[in-house]
């Protein structure tokens, strides 16, 4: 009878072993971290004592220079590294723009995603099975086109500290297979603020880099207790860098004085102009010429490098000012303030972004580190539309339907596409909308 029973029980015990590997691999489904800081320069790790962001540079993979869209605004680059496509294509032309039809966009009012064209990584993921989280990026606080991550803010609240977002992150990558994100995009203050009011090359710049890699360190310690590298990749990029500049150009008022009627849409470095009268256009050019300092495109004449001709938010004119001048206007505080600094600091100057992609001073962050990253490759300069397509390699799935970019060199190459990577036994949920 015992002998009887043995094949049986040998294959009974096969099975179940069979069972627990399979749940063994479900439970390593791939998990990618993406996190932003804003405003961060590509140079600034070099120039403050970050002991996080040296890790990952050392352990990781660490790119010279990340090359931000035209514009090198905030809200342009996020959906760009959401969407891996640029201005043009997905529609958030800058932080403010005009649309022809629905009139002003403007950030400040947390205008939803029906305005962005192109399908984020956060919907990318969901439709393809894989939970996804977002702490304040660009566009995911509501649906797009139906769908959303299943975990979100849906009030925008830049009091929430750093500190309370790592723990947030911590807990959802406690969260049980079924329930825990693949995918957590998470917008971080980084060094935007103190560059904007203090200078790029400001010690309040240091103390902000410094409070932000203290934090990060913090999910990097919390990665390391939970021995979740071997399923995690962390991401940390930045959005733009920021430029010294001084004086600006009141557009909107020279239009006024030389009697064109037209709405003046800016913002730091581009313009655009919409003429209540098509048949101005003429003396307009000859207005913007008389500045030296500034360049005037055609809205259907724009210079296919800029990816940013887009049908309902181009103006009549496109204008673009070289640096240090800006269209912001000079308040009279900031004034004040950086004549008082120069005062002991000679080289003080206000920050600002906006330029071309190309200028030294815009170029953003890429750190990676964790599964799938081969340790001590540096890569050049990479692109912001390339980290969407790096982040579904990642995951093993496939890209943002609009995307345009490439996976980055040193990023998940070696895991090749959705049948090199473990697959993410997960289940799709309906949305879950946290406030």
């Not at 030389?258 to 098509?278: E, K, N, S, W, Y």
């Amino acid at each position: 009878m015992d002998r009887a029973l043995s094949p049986l029980l040998s294959g009974a015990l096969f099975t179940l072993l069979v069972c627990l590997l399979g749940t063994a691999g479900a439970e390593a489904g791939p998990t990618v971290i993406v996190i932003s800081l804003d405003g961060v320069r590509h140079d600034y790790p070099d120039k403050a004592h970050l002991p996080a962001l040296a890790r990952m540079q050392e352990q990781g993979l660490r790119a010279g220079r990340m090359r931000p869209v035209f514009p090198s605004s905030t809200f342009s680059n996020h959906v760009s590294l959401a969407t891996g496509t640029y201005p043009d294509r997905h529609g958030i032309v800058d932080n403010r723009f005009w649309d022809r039809e629905r009139g002003l966009y403007d950030y400040e009012k947390g205008e939803g995603p029906s305005w962005l064209k192109a399908e984020p990584l956060w919907v990318t993921a969901e439709r393809q099975g894989i939970p996804a989280a977002t702490l304040f990026w660009v566009g995911s606080r509501k649906p797009w086109n139906g769908v959303s991550a299943q975990y979100r803010r849906e009030t925008f609240d830049s009091g929430v500290s750093e500190r309370a977002k790592v723990d947030q992150i911590l807990e959802w990558l406690d969260l049980s297979e079924r329930d825990r994100p693949g995918l957590i995009m998470s917008w971080w203050h980084g060094a935007d603020r103190a560059g904007h009011k203090f200078g790029p090359d400001s010690a309040e710049v240091i103390e902000a880099l410094e409070e932000q890699d203290a934090e990060l360190g913090r999910l990097l310690a919390g990665l390391d207790a939970r021995k979740a590298w071997g399923q995690v990749t962390l991401l940390v990029v930045s959005d733009h860098g920021m430029l010294a500049v001084e004086g600006s150009v009141p557009l909107a008022e020279r239009f006024e004085a030389a009697g064109i009627p037209a709405r003046v849409q800016h913002g730091t470095a581009v313009a655009h102009i919409f003429l209540d009268d098509p048949s101005d256009r003429d003396r307009a050019e000859a207005l913007i010429a008389e500045d030296s300092g500034l360049q005037a495109y055609r809205g259907g004449e724009l210079p296919e490098a800029l990816r940013l001709a887009h049908p309902q938010r181009t103006g009549d004119l496109v204008v673009l000012i070289d640096p240090p001048r800006s269209f912001a206007r000079e308040e009279l505080l900031p004034r004040v303030y950086f004549g008082a600094r120069r005062l002991w600091n000679p080289q003080a100057r206000q920050g600002k972004h906006g330029y071309a992609p190309d200028h030294p001073a815009m170029g953003a962050i890429f750190f990676a580190l964790g599964r799938g990253v081969e340790a001590g490759s540096s890569p050049g300069e990479v692109r912001s539309v390339d980290v969407a397509s790096t982040v579904t390699r990642l995951l093993g799935i496939d890209p943002p339907k609009m995307s345009e970019g490439t996976p980055i060199a040193g990023v998940g190459a070696f895991l090749g596409n959705t049948a090199g990577a473990p697959e993410p036994a997960r289940v799709s949920r309906s949305s879950r909308a946290q406030d």
